[in-house]
């Protein structure tokens, strides 16, 4: 076991690591060895770990990466994780994937995997549509058939098929991963001065490319170890930060709002987090992991689900962490992200919940604006 | 070279089609009054027959909203909108209806009721953000038809399939689903007679649609698949699933065949024959088209004749013996077929057959700034069928709504780029 420093040094690099090493070496480790990239928001990790492939999740390029030639795929509107991704394909560090699933999270990135097979025709890339009428009774059956549709795509890439005991071992795996992600948010929202939601982020974010088995080591180490950090609580804003499910903002945003504030829960990489119990492993675990995405999942601004206004969601959220406030953010062209801040801002009016609106984009360099921003919101919440 | 005659076939078509426009504006302007139900929907994915069983009204925001656009009036509606604190970079669609809200639901063409239902879908994002915008503002439930679109590129969907018949189940179900949530609103009982009358008008209403689309394989076209194609569009969505619906498209078709053995053509000295991608520019309708026509091209066909009118345009007839299950199944296929053309778009649009039949020199992407559903694939699109199959294309950008971002100076000077290029490649045999 490494001390914490290390840990948490170790996690950002593999966060940052635009040249994919880590997935790379785990690939030309064994010749038959496969890795599945998906792009945000939820991806059922678990039946392509159980085809023993390596599931990645693509989350664009942040602000270390210029997008030279994936400008002259997108129109100027188009959102800057779109077009980092499409760059980090173009230039050639996604190569080694052997499929790459996307999802209609919104209008942009339902056009990804036709863009990603004109543009890389030998990597096979699909659409995996999990179901937008959440609340339809037939729903669970029917992503239960896509499950199994995906299924038999993957096991064809792979090359052979995936028994239940195989998805069973691998739900109980993700299970624990999931768990200790809750383990270290709880963390957060408990003692937020022993892990800032920046290092929060980059130990998540690290999960988006290691093998689960190794992520979970990680968690375990650091989870480990957090009790015993050498911080004490400062006199700092509790706010929940909102608008980050797909596109990421920079590590910089993040620390620059935490000068003022404690972060304590956030949306970054909530796809990682989207099922909120332990799926179960009895009977049919393709069933399983479809009735828990319906069932037991949390809210994100792409997915439409009656029982879930999202403002309504944001406020038990803000007022389960004990926040005095949120942030509410919203990608530069971001449909789903600029919508809901309206929602949010009505809302917060009357229910008398403080809050700002935020834009932002992954590769934002300049953080002034922001921290003007945040300075003035939490001063207005200290000196109420 | 076509022949200088009087008679134009769409002279009828726009007079009826303004006719239909006008009365179903006075019947929305009475349904309020009269207490009667109102569903809004939208120009993809709306099952327009089931909501005629139940004699629901049916508003189309994006066509109000383009109506604001084309009486350069959608900036105020704009403005009210961002007032009230929408983006800048919210689809405009959304804004001017959010607008026309603010402003007591007055719209140019008369009063618009409030919605009683508002039915989304996930064909567009946009939709169920928008449904969502509904429930809030005018407190009233949102139904979202979930259908599931092509997985992948050159991927077969065939009936008889797990994957069809899967799809073909859950989209079945949701529409048994929106049947009771429409029995609790209007009070009446499902009548699966009157749903196989209204899928027994659109199957004429469509068979004559497929045969307005194929005419413009003559030369020369005997319409603007843009200028007047949005015409046609306006009738396919208003008035699916009626018998005026019917016999408007079985009169226009009659009308285009009279013009055909009459070699009409809606430009007197075609030279040019384009495919048009993407949505409208309604903001500057014939500005846009002026700077074709002044080139004596004309837009022959476009994919915004198919996924704006939901699809119907393959092979596929309601089987009204099985009313509902035909409407999930057309309702499925038929979207299918039209968002393959949009996502996949090179499927589509490299399609020698479909190039040669209507004649088509080259390709123009409008991409519209507020709606990426549409527009996302076009610039790479462009890059892949230029670079691999040297087709001449040409890529705008500009909105749907908003006049803002229609810069007629820039536009123009790209198309007159691409007209130079495509005379020497035409006329020259230079490349």
């Known amino acids: 076991m490494g001390c914490l420093e290390d840990l948490l040094y170790r996690s950002r690099v593999i966060a940052e690591d635009l040249q994919f090493q880590g997935p790379k070496a785990w690939k030309a480790a064994q010749p038959h060895r496969k890795v599945l990239g998906h792009f945000q928001v939820y991806f059922p990790e678990e039946i392509a770990h159980a085809a023993g492939m390596l599931p990645i999740k693509i989350v664009g390029g942040g602000n270390k990466l210029e997008a030279r030639r994936a400008d002259a795929h997108l129109g100027s509107f188009i959102c800057s994780i779109m077009r980092s991704t499409l760059e980090l394909g173009l230039s050639g560090r996604l190569s080694f994937l052997d499929m790459m699933v996307t999802h209609p999270i919104c209008d942009a990135a339902r056009h990804l995997a036709g863009i990603w097979t004109r543009t890389f025709p030998n990597q096979p890339a699909q659409i995996l549509y999990l179901p937008q009428n959440p609340n339809s009774k037939a729903a669970v059956k029917y992503l239960y058939h896509e499950y199994q549709r995906l299924q038999r795509d993957i096991e064809q890439i792979a090359g052979h098929s995936i028994s239940e005991e195989d998805l069973r071992k691998s739900i109980a795996l993700y299970n624990e991963n999931r768990s200790l992600l809750r383990e270290l948010y709880n963390l957060r929202k408990e003692s937020p001065w022993l892990l800032s939601a920046s290092e929060s982020f980059v130990i998540v974010k690290a999960g988006t490319i290691l093998p689960k088995e190794e992520h979970n080591q990680l968690l375990r180490e650091i989870l480990s170890l957090l009790p015993e950090r050498n911080a004490k609580p400062q006199d700092k804003v509790r706010v929940v930060f909102v608008g980050a499910f797909c596109e990421l903002p920079p590590i910089e945003m993040i620390e620059t709002m935490e000068e003022m504030c404690y972060v304590v829960d956030d949306d970054f990489l909530i796809g990682l987090r989207w099922l909120t119990e332990d799926v179960s492993c009895e009977g049919d675990p393709l069933w399983n992991l479809a009735a828990a995405y319906i069932e037991h999942s949390t809210w994100a601004s792409t997915q439409y689900d009656c029982h879930k206004p999202k403002e309504k969601m944001l406020e038990c959220q803000v007022r389960a962490a004990r926040a005095q406030g949120a942030i509410c953010a919203a990608a530069k062209f971001c449909e789903p992200g600029v919508d809901d801040q309206i929602a949010y801002a009505k809302h917060f009016d009357s229910a008398g919940v403080s809050y700002i609106l935020v834009e932002f984009e992954e590769k934002q360099t300049s953080f002034e604006r922001l921290k003007m921003q945040t300075e003035t919101f939490a001063e207005a919440i200290l000196f109420e | ?431």
Request: charged fraction near 25%; hydrophobic fraction near 40%; charge should be neutral.
């Open chain 2, 1 to 431: 070279m076509s022949q200088t005659v009087q008679y134009s076939p769409l002279d009828k078509v726009r007079s009826e089609a303004r006719r239909s426009m006008e009365a179903w504006f006075a019947r929305l302007g009475q349904a309020e009054e009269k207490r009667e139900p109102v569903a809004n929907v939208f120009v993809m994915g709306n099952c327009l027959e089931l909501l005629q069983v139940f004699d629901v009204h049916m508003v189309f925001p994006e066509i109000l909203a383009l109506q604001t656009a084309v009486r350069k009036v959608s900036l105020d509606y704009i403005h009210a909108a961002e007032g009230w604190g929408m983006s800048t970079d919210a689809c405009n669609y959304v804004k001017a209806d959010v607008g026309m809200a603010l402003k007591g639901m007055q719209h140019p063409g008369g009063k618009i009721p409030k919605p009683s239902l508002a039915i989304g879908s996930n064909i567009c994002l946009v939709f169920t953000k928008w449904a969502e915008i509904w429930e809030r503002l005018h407190k009233c439930p949102a139904f979202i038809l979930d259908i599931p679109l092509g997985r992948a590129h050159s991927r077969p969907y065939v009936p008889g399939s797990s994957q069809y018949e899967a799809d073909k189940e859950y989209v079945l179900a949701q529409l048994w689903e929106l049947v009771e949530l429409l029995g609790k609103i209007t009070g009446k009982r499902f009548d699966p007679t009157k749903l196989a009358e209204a899928e027994a008008h659109t199957n004429r209403a469509m068979n004559a649609w497929r045969g307005i689309l194929e005419i413009n394989q003559n030369t020369p076209a005997l319409y603007d698949a843009l200028a007047d194609g949005v015409v046609l569009l306006g009738m396919i969505n208003i008035a699916r699933g009626t018998k005026e619906g019917a016999d408007f498209f079985e009169m226009a078709l009659e009308e285009f065949k009279r013009g055909a053995e009459q070699h009409y053509g809606v430009l007197p000295h075609e030279k040019f024959r384009l495919l048009f991608h993407g949505v409208a520019c309604y903001p500057a309708m014939r500005r846009f088209q002026a700077m074709f026509h002044g080139w004596n091209s004309v837009f022959v066909t476009s994919p915004y004749l198919t996924f704006a009118c939901g699809g119907f345009v393959g092979d596929f007839l309601f089987d009204t013996s099985k009313p509902m299950e035909s409407l999930a199944e057309l309702t499925l296929r038929c979207n299918h077929l039209a968002h393959q053309a949009m996502y996949f778009t090179d499927e589509f649009l490299f399609n020698r057959a479909l190039m040669e039949k209507f004649h088509i020199d080259g390709i123009v992407f409008h991409a519209v700034k507020s709606c990426r559903t549409v527009s996302t694939s076009h610039a790479n699109t462009r890059e892949f069928l230029s670079r691999h199959h040297r087709l001449p294309c040409l890529y705008l950008e500009s909105d749907h709504v908003d006049p803002r971002y229609f810069s007629e100076a820039q536009i123009k000077n790209r198309v007159d780029a691409f007209f130079e290029a495509l005379t020497q490649k035409k006329f020259h045999g230079r490349e």
